[in-house]
């Protein structure tokens, strides 16, 4: 951003969030609008719908929160009873709005539109193979890549062996929602990277990357679409086909996705959010646990946390308070206009105020999600030192980040991480606490009860479950070979 505005300066920033819909007898577009609402933590850069009314598409695609993208006649405007919709943080491509989501792009058999989560590592591959063919872009976005490329096997293939062959040759992290003519459809890439769930309502059926979405249109989670899945909704809105395209043998979940990103009412992968966050603080407990007077969380994802941690400790007869004694200013936006480094660094202040009579004289241990670059943990160990804290112990409910994500998440740079090239006491040290402790690989694992091979372990072990240039993997994976040679030609 050349403005002056950073994003979140020293945390990991959520990657997009996707749903879509078909309905019965009503128009989509508003519960796609309160979808989006739901879905709001997971992208606030832009926000957008498409729907179709069985003869044409309708497009509502803006910069900003959704309260903002959106009027009464926006929505009123968008017709059909079938679409879907995006809330954008960027990831891939540049800071405008001509990557803002749904992309749309109508072709000679119909028109698509398409929502997606994650980030594919070799779009350049194929967007230079498709350019070489003769296909416009109008974006530097992966989307547009899968956008053009299903479109080309639609000229060629029925709808199912059009979206497997394009999964075929994106390599990454996706889950899509589609809108082929008035036909909705949901892919999540073989790995199960990014979360998406099917949801029934009263009058039809959504897919949502997370269940939180269709909790606020009154539905009930389904289930997950299983990695590899298409997830075809019917256009009346009474059912859905699916068709399990690709079976691997290990997943790939972001194991983020359950510390960090999604809601804690959100059910992912058959698990609460909030109960995982909970056991992550027990096992943080177990693990690694301090003496001290009071535990407090960061907010907020660190509350969870800090509860199952008071909870365990508590069960094995320790005296240790759980206390709110960090205040978030909820009205600090995911983005400051703090054009120096120096006043960057004073961001904490802007976002959280401690209540002296929790911390005054007291040993004090905080409960928080990761440590990026360590910006935040230097202010706020000072802060709690500055009302008067004896002594300030930090337990992470993650382990070290070690290595950046190429999987959309906005994190840092390797030369940016703090735990890039320092052991743990030396970044204690750094960030002046008086203990740090971050929670085993093994032991988040545990909470999700998943094996390591199961999970994306890239930013934490440096090896990946795609094959990234340059970068190591931690399977037998690789990547599709893109030749340039068209993509239909050996048919
Ligand atoms: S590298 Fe880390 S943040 Fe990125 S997908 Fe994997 S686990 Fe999630």
């Not at 992309?103 to 590592?121: A, Q």
């Not at 009412?265 to 943080?284: N, T, W």
């Not at 999970?455 to 690789?478: A, F, S």
Request: one cysteine or more; proline letters at 3%.
């Amino acid at each position: 951003m050349s403005d002056g505005r950073v994003a979140n300066p020293d945390g990991m920033t959520e990657k997009c969030g996707v749903v879509g819909v078909s309905l019965r007898d009503r128009d989509a577009a508003r519960p796609l609008y309160y979808s989006l609402y739901a879905l709001q933590h997971r992208g606030q850069e832009s926000a957008g719908v498409i729907t179709h009314d069985g003869f044409q598409q309708h497009t509502h695609v803006e910069m900003g929160l959704v309260g903002d993208a959106f009027d009464q006649d926006d929505v009123e405007g968008l017709n059909g009873s079938v679409g879907i919709g995006h809330v954008r943080y960027p990831t891939a491509g540049s800071v405008d709005s001509s990557c803002a989501q749904p992309f749309s792009v109508s072709f000679k058999s119909g028109s698509l539109g398409l929502s997606h989560n994650g980030n594919l590592v070799n779009a350049d591959e194929i967007r230079d193979e498709l350019a070489n063919m003769g296909h416009a872009f109008t974006s530097d976005g992966d989307t547009e890549v899968i956008a053009h490329d299903l479109a080309r096997n639609l000229l060629e293939e029925d709808l199912v062996r059009a979206v497997k062959r394009t999964m075929e040759r994106i390599h990454g992290s996706y889950s899509l929602t589609i809108m082929h003519d008035d036909t909705v459809l949901g892919v999540r890439d073989p790995e199960g990277n990014r979360p998406l769930c099917i949801g029934e309502l009263e009058d039809g059926y959504i897919l949502a990357s997370e269940s939180a979405a269709i909790d606020t249109l009154d539905g009930e989670l389904v289930r997950d679409v299983k990695p590899g899945e298409l997830v075809v909704l019917h256009k009346d809105g009474t059912g859905f086909d699916t068709y399990q395209l690709f079976d691997r043998e290990d997943t790939a979940h972001c194991f983020f996705e359950h510390v960090y990103f999604a809601r804690p009412d959100s059910v992912i992968d058959e698990k609460l959010v909030y109960e995982v966050r909970r056991e992550l603080g027990r096992q943080l407990w177990s693990e690694s646990g301090v003496e001290s007077d009071v535990v407090m969380p960061v907010p907020d994802s660190g509350r969870a946390f800090a509860s199952g941690y008071a909870e365990a400790a508590q069960e094995e007869g320790e005296d240790l308070e759980f206390a709110e004694g960090l205040m978030k200013n909820r009205y600090v936006g995911r983005t400051f206009i703090m054009p120096t480094q120096d006043e960057r660094e004073r961001a904490v202040r802007l976002k959280l105020n401690p209540i002296k009579s929790t911390i005054e004289g007291k040993t004090v241990t905080i409960i928080d999600d990761s440590i990026v670059r360590g910006t935040t943990s230097t202010q706020l160990i000072q802060l709690l030192k500055d009302v008067g804290a004896e002594e300030v112990h930090v337990r992470i409910g993650a382990p070290q980040i070690i290595a950046p994500c190429y999987m959309g998440i906005d994190m840092a740079t390797r030369e940016e991480l703090i735990a890039s090239d320092r052991s743990t006491e030396e970044i204690r040290e750094e960030i002046q606490a008086d203990s740090l402790s971050y929670l085993s690989i093994d032991a988040v694992a545990e909470a999700l009860e998943s094996s390591r091979g199961d999970l994306c372990l890239g930013c934490v072990t440096g090896e990946y479950p795609y094959d990234i240039e340059g970068e190591e993997t931690d399977r037998d994976v690789t990547r599709p070979e893109i030749d340039g040679a068209s993509p239909l030609a050996d048919d």
